[in-house]
C-alpha cells in the first residue's frame, strides 16, 4: 500500500461520475478543516495479508496525526500512487478497515471519501516541513509482535524495612498519599488549570508563544535569570560529584540503526523531518550523542564509572496537543542529563545510591518537597530485596514500588521523584536508571584484563528533572505558602530600595550600588509613584527584602526592612538593619547556592512591561 498523507488546512471532495467498481453507499460529497488528507493506494501485496495492512496503515496515520496535533482525518482512495493496483473488491475491504479502525480512536473524526468515482477535490496543504509524508506499507514487514502481558505489583516499603499494602495510604492526606493515588489509578481531582500557569506570566518569568508550536515558551529576563540559575546548581552538583560536561548535537539521523532502534522506543512522541534524502529527528534527552562520545571513545575499566553531563537545551517531545500546558508538560525543555558508565552491575547499584541521595537532595535545596517511587523487575527485585529495602531506609521515607513481572524497556529499575501540584497532582521531576540495553545498541564495550568484551550497565540520572519542571513546581508549592515567595538565592530581586521622595533616589542608588558588588540582586523603585503602591508592588514581585528610605534613613544609616519570609499573609514582619546587617542576612540565606547579577535595569522606572 502507497500512502501520500498532507496536512491541510482545508480538504473536500465531490463524487462526479460513477465507474463499474463504484461504491453504491459512499457519502458523495464532503469536507474537513485542519485534516490529515491520506490519499491511499492499495496494492495488490496487500491481498497476501489485509488485516496486516490495515493495521500497519492505521498506525502510520496514528503516528502522523499525533505528530502534527490533529484528530481530523480524510480517507481518500487515489490509484495514481501505485501500478500494481489490487483487486477493487480487495482495495474497498482495505479502505474500510481503516475507516473502523480509526473511528472513535483517540478523539479522532474520520471520513472516507468514495472508492470507484471521478471526484473533484481540493486541497489546502499548510507547507511546513511535515506536511507532505509518504509511506510504503508492506504485510508482514515490521509486524506488530505479539505483546507481553505485563503484571504490576505495588506495595510500599517503610524506612524500617516493612512492606505494606499501598491502599493503606491513598486515604492521607499528604503527598505521599497522592503519589499513590495517581499510580494505584485512583480517579484524579477534576482537571482544573494548574495555578503555576497564571503565576508564571503573572510574575513575567515565561509565556506562551503563538508564533511557534504548542509547548515552546519565551523566556522574560526574570524567568530566564531564574532558569540560569538553576541550570548552574545542577551543574555544580553534577561537577561536586565528579561529571564531565558535554555538549552534543539536538538532531540525529534516523539511518543509523542505533539511533533508529533507541528512538523506536518513544513511538509518535517525536519531531522528524527531512533534510535532503535523510530522515532526522530531534533529540527527546541528551541519551544520543552521549552514547556517540561513548562509542568512540576508549574505556579502560580502571576509569569507571565514568559520568557524562548535559544541560540538554532543548529536548523535544511531540506530546499530545491537548496534554500541552504550562511548564508542566512541553514540545521543548531543558533537561540536566547525565550518563554514568558503570563496572558492571554492583558498581551501578552503587552509583545510583549516590545519584538518588542528590536528588533527595535537589528537593530540599530548591524547596519542593518530593516523595518516590521505585520501579523494577521481578527478577531484579528477588535478587536485590536487601538493596531496595537499604535505599529506602537511607532515604528516610516511605517509598512506593512496583514490581514489573518482565522486562519491556530498556531498564531494569529506575526511581522517580515526584513534587506534587496545588491539585494533588504529582510533577515527575530527579529519576535515576539501570540502563542494560543501550551499551549493546550503541556497541559502547570495554576489555577486561583477560580480553572479554563488556557492555556495561549505563545510569542515566537527571539530578533536578527538568528545569521547567522544578519552576514549575515551585510555582505550585507557593499555593499552599501564606507568603508565597521564591528561595533567596532564585528570587529576581533580592533587596529592592524605596526611596520616599526623590530627594532620596540617590541615596538609594549608592546603597543598591553597594549591595549589587557585594554580590545582591538589589534594584531602587524610583517610579514617581506612592511609597504604598512601592512597596505593594514589591510584595506582587515576592521581593525577600524591601527596604522603604526616607530622611530617618540617610540621617542614621538604619534601614526598616521588610523580611517576606518572616512575614505573615497581613502582617509584615519588620526589622531595623544597618547596611552591613541586611547583606549578611542576604549571604545566610544564600549560601552556597549559584549567583547572577540583575537581568533587568537597576531603576524600575527605566524596566519595561513584557506582560
Not at 253 to 272: C, N, P, S, T, V
Not at 273 to 286: E, P
Not at 377 to 382: G, L
Not at 406 to 414: L, P, Q, T
Request: charged share 30%.
Amino acid at each position: 500500500m502507497r500512502l501520500l498523507l498532507i496536512h491541510s488546512d482545508h480538504i473536500e471532495y465531490e463524487a462526479r461520475k460513477k465507474t463499474k467498481v463504484a461504491e453504491e453507499d459512499a457519502v458523495p460529497k464532503d469536507a474537513l478543516d485542519e485534516a490529515l488528507a491520506v490519499f491511499c493506494a492499495v496494492e495488490s501485496v496487500d491481498e497476501e495479508n489485509i488485516e496486516d495492512a490495515v493495521r500497519q496503515a492505521a498506525d502510520e496515520i496514528v503516528a502522523t496525526a499525533r505528530q502534527l496535533g490533529t484528530t481530523n482525518i480524510m480517507i481518500y482512495p487515489y490509484a495514481h500512487l501505485s501500478s500494481d493496483l489490487a483487486s477493487p473488491e480487495a482495495a474497498v475491504n482495505t479502505l474500510r478497515g481503516i475507516e473502523e479502525a480509526l473511528v472513535g480512536k483517540d478523539g479522532f473524526v474520520v471520513k472516507r471519501a468514495p472508492f470507484g468515482w471521478y471526484k473533484a477535490f481540493s486541497l489546502s496543504c499548510k507547507g511546513h516541513p511535515l506536511s507532505e509524508l509518504s509511506r510504503t506499507i508492506v504485510p508482514g514487514e515490521g509486524a506488530a509482535a505479539p505483546k507481553k502481558e505485563i503484571e504490576h505489583e505495588f506495595f510500599v516499603i517503610t524506612p524500617e524495612g516493612e512492606r505494606k499494602d499501598a491502599a493503606d495510604y491513598a486515604n492521607e492526606k499528604t503527598p505521599f498519599a497522592s503519589l499513590v493515588r495517581k499510580e494505584l489509578g485512583y480517579p484524579g481531582p477534576e482537571g482544573a488549570e494548574p495555578v503555576h500557569v497564571d503565576l508564571m506570566r503573572a510574575k513575567e518569568l515565561v509565556e506562551y508563544e503563538p508564533r511557534s508550536d504548542v509547548g515552546h515558551h519565551r523566556w522574560m529576563p526574570r524567568g530566564k535569570l531564574i532558569r540560569d540559575l538553576l541550570s548552574d546548581y545542577v551543574l555544580a552538583q553534577v561537577l561536586d560529584y565528579g561529571g564531565m560536561p558535554v555538549e552534543t548535537p539536538v538532531m540525529y539521523d534516523l539511518g543509523d540503526k542505533a539511533i533508529a532502534e533507541h528512538a523506536a522506543k518513544f513511538g509518535e512522541r517525536q519531531y522528524r523531518f527531512k533534510s535532503g534524502n535523510r530522515d532526522m529527528m530531534l533529540r527527546f534527552a541528551a541519551c544520543f550523542g552521549m552514547f556517540s562520545i561513548m562509542h568512540d571513545m576508549h574505556i579502560s575499566p580502571n576509569t569507571l564509572p565514568m559520568k557524562l553531563y548535559e544541560l540538554s537545551t532543548y529536548s523535544f517531545r511531540h506530546e499530545q496537543k491537548g496534554e500541552v500546558i504550562g511548564l508542566k508538560r512541553l514540545r521543548a525543555f531543558t533537561m540536566p542529563d547525565m550518563h554514568t558508565l558503570c563496572r558492571d552491575v554492583d558498581g551501578a547499584l552503587a552509583a545510583f545510591e549516590e545519584q538518588l541521595v542528590i536528588g533527595w537532595k535537589s528537593g530540599e535545596d530548591l524547596e519542593t518537597p518530593l516523595v518516590g517511587v521505585f520501579r523494577c523487575t521481578r527478577d531484579f527485585f528477588d535478587q536485590y530485596e536487601l538493596w531496595v529495602k537499604g535505599i529506602v531506609a537511607k532515604s528516610g521515607v516511605p517509598m512506593l514500588i512496583e514490581v514489573l513481572s518482565d522486562r519491556v524497556h530498556y531498564w531494569i529499575a529506575k526511581v522517580d521523584l515526584a513534587a506534587i501540584d496545588a491539585q494533588g497532582r504529582p510533577i515527575e521531576n530527579p529519576t535515576v536508571q539501570i540502563d542494560i540495553e543501550s551499551a549493546d545498541r550503541f556497541d559502547i564495550k570495554y576489555y577486561t584484563p583477560d580480553g572479554t568484551e563488556v557492555h556495561p550497565p549505563i545510569l542515566h540520572c537527571s539530578p533536578t528533572g527538568s528545569i521547567e519542571r522544578v519552576i514549575c513546581a515551585m510555582l505550585e508549592g507557593t499555593a499552599a505558602q501564606a507568603v508565597p515567595s521564591f528561595p533567596t538565592w532564585l528570587a529576581p530581586t533580592q533587596v529592592r530600595l524605596v526611596p520616599v521622595a526623590e530627594r532620596h533616589v540617590c541615596f538609594a542608588e549608592e546603597i543598591g550600588a553597594r549591595l549589587n558588588a557585594a554580590g545582591i540582586r538589589a534594584d531602587v523603585d524610583d517610579r514617581d509613584e506612592s511609597v504604598n503602591k512601592k512597596v505593594r508592588e514589591a510584595g506582587m514581585d515576592w521581593v525577600p527584602y524591601v527596604a522603604v528610605i526616607g530622611d530617618q534613613e540617610a540621617e542614621t544609616g538604619r534601614l526598616m526592612v521588610t523580611i517576606r519570609k518572616l512575614s505573615e499573609k497581613k502582617k509584615p514582619y519588620k526589622e531595623t538593619m544597618t547596611e552591613n546587617e541586611l547583606i549578611q542576612a542576604v549571604k545566610l540565606e544564600t549560601a552556597g547556592k549559584p549567583f547572577r547579577p540583575l537581568y533587568t535595569p537597576r531603576l524600575l522606572s527605566r524596566k519595561p512591561r513584557f506582560i
